[in-house]
């Protein structure tokens, strides 16, 4: 496959030497570039206490621990799945960033309860699931640290920033079981390229949540923590020492980031591992690397990067398959290897049982990724 090596300016340091004992598709994960991400992000906020890390890259343990040995206490999760993989992690500050409704508030409590190591906080956005989660609270004799859901431009989650965000924060404030701790803000709309630009629309978004800040400090309330930012917005708030700063793709990288964030120097910690299982025409050939291996919901174009083979352009997709053109004259044989950088890392992790972990050159161990399966409710909660 000469006509499409990989054009890498750092070698190969993806290929593992004993590929042909390796099922594919897998997920390969390299502890050494994992650790040198963790070891640079805390090294730009200045502080490990800073950071908040979103564990929904990674959903693993043995990540985890390697986030707590570099002395990250805070955590931020979406599932409770999550929140019970940090619980068991003993991980001592975790927020579940998601809105707690339905049968979550009681499993969510439970929690709490089954790891009284942790400190287990939540998000509000309205009334009514602060008025449900004081009661909840209440029924169980808990007190639960909630913040303040605000909406500075995604337009998913979180109130608008201004008086009925101070209300609900009030509210929050005179509810018995609850404590409000302070304010969570994503921006994961802001994908600027460009520092300048990137730090204009930080600037923008944050003006009304410092005022926020200052209303309610005006008011008599102890200062409100600030939880923000994603991976796109990490080297702003990194120099806001009075923020935590809550990146999760930066543990692993992806493609997608290495594109939208050029000036992060972050290094892509996990590979896909596929082979080439059929020949379909001279100029096409087809990888077992299908929806159920790869994070699809971008364009066919925008869904894995091939490492040793950047000049396949993805044709279509199935569950099982992914059709690929090739230059003429390639070169690539059946069961040949090809590693690729997802676009989007996230939705790819969940899609695996367990990490493959290359060391010296080999795989050489496995990490369950034990956080991506839902929560069982019936299991934890009886």
Not at 248 to 255: C, E, P, Q, S
Not at 259 to 284: K, N
Not at 339 to 355: E, K, M, R, S, W
């Amino acid at each position: 496959m000469d006509i499409v090596k990989s054009t890498t300016t750092d070698g190969s340091w993806y290929e593992v030497g004993n590929a042909q004992e390796i099922d594919s598709p897998a997920l390969l994960v390299y502890p050494d570039r994992v650790k040198h991400n963790i070891d640079m992000a805390t090294g730009m906020v200045g502080d490990a206490q800073r950071l908040r890390p979103h564990v929904k890259t990674h959903k693993s343990s043995a990540i985890t621990r390697f986030q707590l040995a570099s002395g990250i206490t805070r955590y931020k999760c979406a599932t409770l799945a999550e929140a019970a993989m940090l619980g068991r992690c003993g991980a001592p500050d975790v927020l579940v960033a998601y809105p707690l409704l339905g049968p979550r508030v009681d499993a969510f409590l439970q929690l709490s309860a089954q790891f009284p190591g942790s400190r287990f906080s939540a998000i509000v956005d309205h009334r009514s699931v602060a008025d449900r989660l004081s009661a909840a609270a209440v029924s169980r004799h808990a007190s639960v640290d909630v913040y303040l859901d605000l909406d500075i431009g995604m337009g998913r989650t979180g109130i608008p920033m201004g008086a009925e965000a101070e209300a609900l924060y009030v509210h929050c404030h005179s509810l018995a079981g609850l404590r409000a701790a302070g304010l969570h803000a994503y921006d994961g709309q802001v994908r600027e390229p460009d520092p300048e630009r990137l730090r204009q629309q930080c600037e923008t978004n944050f003006r009304p949540l410092a005022a926020l800040v200052e209303r309610l400090s005006g008011q008599g309330f102890p200062r409100p923590e600030i939880i923000i930012g994603g991976s796109p917005s990490f080297p702003y708030y990194a120099e806001m020492a009075e923020v935590q700063c809550s990146p999760g793709t930066f543990v692993l990288w992806d493609h997608g980031y290495a594109v939208d964030c050029p000036d992060q120097a972050f290094l892509p910690a996990a590979v896909l591992f596929t082979r080439v299982i059929s020949l379909p025409g001279p100029e096409t050939i087809c990888v077992d690397l299908g929806h159920k291996a790869v994070g699809a919901e971008n364009a066919i174009e925008r869904r894995v990067h091939f490492l040793n083979a950047p000049g396949l352009l993805a044709l279509r997709q199935s569950e099982e398959h992914l059709v690929l053109q090739a230059p003429a004259g390639h070169g690539i044989g059946l069961g040949d290897v090809l590693y690729g950088i997802p676009y989007h890392i996230c939705p790819t992790v969940n899609l695996y049982d367990a990490f493959n972990v290359v060391q010296g050159g080999m795989v050489a161990d496995s990490w369950e990724i034990d956080a991506r399966q839902r929560f069982r409710y019936a299991a934890d909660t009886d």
